[in-house]
Every structure is written in structure tokens, then in C-alpha cells.
């Protein structure tokens, strides 16, 4: 069985940090791709953050280049997101993502349908 099992999301004032992790079960997890989606109330889900198999390759989206960074532990099968810089507009439940290896990634790979398997969230709230 599948699990992907979010953690880190929190309650900070603007210009604060936090780092989310995910961990994830059930696959090969240096097989996939691991992204951060966000999701604000009455918007859509929004790609964050990618990471490549092998950890090498990141994508951002521009919302959040320059202060999020995604990384990850092969060995030990977790993802990351560091978020720095905090503002009101980062408010969203969180969510990792695992996809397949595709294409070199780009912009356009951080579309919520190349994922397959999806955690269930946690709700990071930025406060002024």
C-alpha cells in the first residue's frame, strides 16, 4: 500500500520558517519524482516545488523561487520543503506528490496530473 504521510505544517507570523516533510511507503521512491502542491481555499491546486529521482534537478514555481527549497533522502525515503520568507499569500494545505520519471523537468512538470500518489496535507497558516 501506498503512503505518502505529510508533516511540519504549522501556525507562523509573516517573514517566519518552516520545513514540511513527507515520507513515503509502498514504492520505489528513487523511481519517482517528488513534488509540493499547495491549495488555498476556493483556489486550485497550485505546483510549488519538484524534485528529479535522483535529487539533482529541482523545479519552483515563481511564487516561491528564492525562498523554498526541495530536497530529498534517498536512503531514507523523505521528501522536503524548507520554506523561508513566509507571507500571508504562502497560507494553503500542503501536499507532497510522488510521479513517474518523465521528460527533463520544466515548469509544466509541476501539473497536478503527472502524480500519482498523493499525502493527505498539512495546513500551513502566515499570519501578518
Known amino acids: 500500500q501506498v503512503q505518502l504521510v505529510e508533516s511540519g505544517g504549522d501556525s507562523v507570523q509573516a517573514g517566519g520558517s518552516l520545513r514540511l516533510s513527507c515520507y513515503v511507503s509502498?514504492?520505489?521512491?528513487?523511481?519517482?519524482?517528488m513534488a509540493w502542491f499547495r491549495q488555498a481555499p476556493g483556489k486550485e491546486r497550485e505546483g510549488v516545488a519538484l524534485?528529479?529521482?535522483?535529487?539533482?534537478?529541482?523545479v519552483y514555481a515563481d511564487s516561491v523561487k528564492g525562498r523554498f527549497t526541495i530536497s530529498r533522502d534517498n536512503a531514507k525515503n523523505w521528501a522536503y520543503l524548507q520554506m523561508n520568507s513566509l507571507n500571508p499569500e504562502d497560507t494553503a494545505i500542503y501536499y507532497c506528490?510522488?510521479?513517474?520519471?518523465?521528460?527533463?523537468?520544466?515548469?509544466?512538470?509541476?501539473?497536478?496530473?503527472?502524480?500519482?500518489?498523493w499525502g493527505q496535507g498539512t495546513q500551513v497558516t502566515v499570519s501578518s
Open positions: 509502498g514504492l520505489i521512491f528513487t523511481s519517482k519524482r
Open positions: 506528490a510522488a510521479g513517474d520519471i518523465g521528460p527533463p523537468l520544466t515548469t509544466e512538470s509541476l501539473h497536478p496530473r503527472l502524480y500519482t500518489n
Open positions: 524534485i528529479s529521482a535522483g535529487g539533482r534537478d529541482t
